[in-house]
Each structure stands twice: as C-alpha cells, then as structure tokens.
C-alpha cells in the first residue's frame, strides 16, 4: 500500500480500556482527531490498580475486578498513532488504574448495509 495513506493504507483497530468517568472526554477526542465512530462496552478487569476492601451487611469482601470501559475504534483515514494519542491524553488522570491503550490489525472489514470491503468499508 501506500506510504501517502494513513496507517500505510492499513486498516487498524484502536481498542482502548478506560475508567467509565473519562468516557466522555474520549469521545470528544475521538471527535476532534476525525475519528468519531467508535464502540463501547462496559467490561470489568484487573491491572495495576490495587484491590480494596469493602463491606455490605456487615461482611468485609474484595473488590478487585473494576468497572471500567472498552473503546474500540477502527480507522482507515486518520492515523492509528493519532487516535491512540488522543484517548491517552483524555482518559489520563495519573492514578493507577487509568487503563491501557492497543493498537491491532485489521484483516479486512465488509459493510453490512452496501457490501463494500476493505478501506472503503471503514
């Protein structure tokens, strides 16, 4: 492909975990780096951040799963390194648990609605 295309005219995948609270900040990221179009699930996990204790009718129990937000983000047009940037900067407080950000591969992709493939679904 070309080395003038974004990505060198690669498809790829910016897949994001992040606190639920910088959600809204990532979105207008997104937005302001031309890259609007993302996905979001709420998912729970484990990293550096550390465990706590809590406790509901009187019993002590570990929290060491955290609701957190996974961002994905698919980009033919704009560049990858951008995208990745942008949500790094909006989701960062400077507090473990601030989340991680990947940057993957995409085969191929096909347009439900029109059938297009590759870049031009995208």
């Known amino acids: 492909m070309s080395a003038d295309l974004p990505n060198d005219g690669e498809i790829k995948l910016v897949m ?3 606190r639920p609270d910088k959600l809204s900040e990532v979105k207008r990221a997104l937005a302001d780096v031309g890259a609007p179009s993302l996905t979001v699930t709420n998912v729970s996990g484990r990293g550096s951040q550390p465990a706590t204790k809590s406790q509901w009718r009187g019993e002590e129990y570990t ?3 955290h609701q957190k ?3 994905e983000c698919v980009v033919a ?5 951008d995208v990745a940037d942008a949500i790094a900067d909006a989701a960062r407080t400077g507090d473990p ?3 991680k950000v990947f940057v993957l591969p ?4 096909v347009q439900v609605r029109t059938g297009k493939t590759g870049r031009d679904a995208v």
Request: glycine letters at 10%; proline letters at 5%; zero cysteines.
């Open 106 to 109: 995409v085969d191929d992709a």
């Open 77 to 81: 047009d704009v560049p990858a390194a």
């Open 63 to 65: 929290v060491d799963l």
């Open 69 to 71: 937000v996974k961002v």
């Open 16 to 18: 994001a975990v992040v």
């Open 97 to 99: 648990g601030d989340g």
